[in-house]
């Protein structure tokens, strides 16, 4: 079990990232939301778990907080769910909506999940209803940190584009002009491919234009938008 890493950032994927272990590059399966908070070049620090694949390499799996590890590990334990799947339920909710969905008995949560149907949400809500409690039961809020109005992927891709680069205002103009005319992307909440789909928008965009151009002055977005 390796439990934690500790290292600079060699590289950001859209769900990995290579971290430098004394010499060693680790690839780690992460978060989009865990990804929008490194950055290459720093040093990075994860709470990591390892799970081993049948008939191919092993997979390593970080986490910004030891919360959202034990989670992670948690989900495991119900009949039918995967470490991607258990990574899926962290990206779209977070650990926090996760322990409440399960004190509050509410599968409907999962199934926002890509791959979870209401019988696999089900089910998670009773394997898991004396497993997983809220860390703080004392001030609820909602559920739903981007606001009632903003869904919750909206909210992940919009951090992971500032993560890259982009100011939050040109990064909520290129989600809506990316989606526009794919609401079945916006239904999904598919957090991982609205966030390609909203990058390659971007580059389409870049090849003609110098807005958002990542390749001005440095590696990164200016920041700044028309």
Partial sequence: MIAAVRGAVLHKGLNTVVVDVQGLGLEIQVSPSTVAGLHEGREARLATTYVARKDDSPLLFG????????????????????????????????????????ATGDPKAFTAVPGIGPKGAKRIVLELADKLVPADPGPTTSATPAGPQQPLWRLQVTEALVGLGWNEKDAG??????????????????????????????????????????????????????
């Fill in 63 to 102: 986490f910004a907080t030891a919360d959202e590890k034990d989670v992670f590990e948690t989900m495991l334990g119900v009949s039918g769910i995967g470490p991607r799947t258990a990574l899926a339920v962290l990206a779209t909710l977070g650990p926090d909506d996760v322990r409440t969905a399960i």
């Fill in 173 to 226: 103009s290129a989600i809506d002009d990316a989606l526009e005319g794919r609401e079945e992307l916006a239904d999904g909440g598919d957090v991982s491919l609205i966030l390609r789909t909203v990058l390659a928008w971007l580059g389409a965009r870049a090849s003609t234009s110098s807005t958002h151009n990542p390749a001005q002055n440095s590696s990164r977005p200016a920041g700044k938008g028309a």
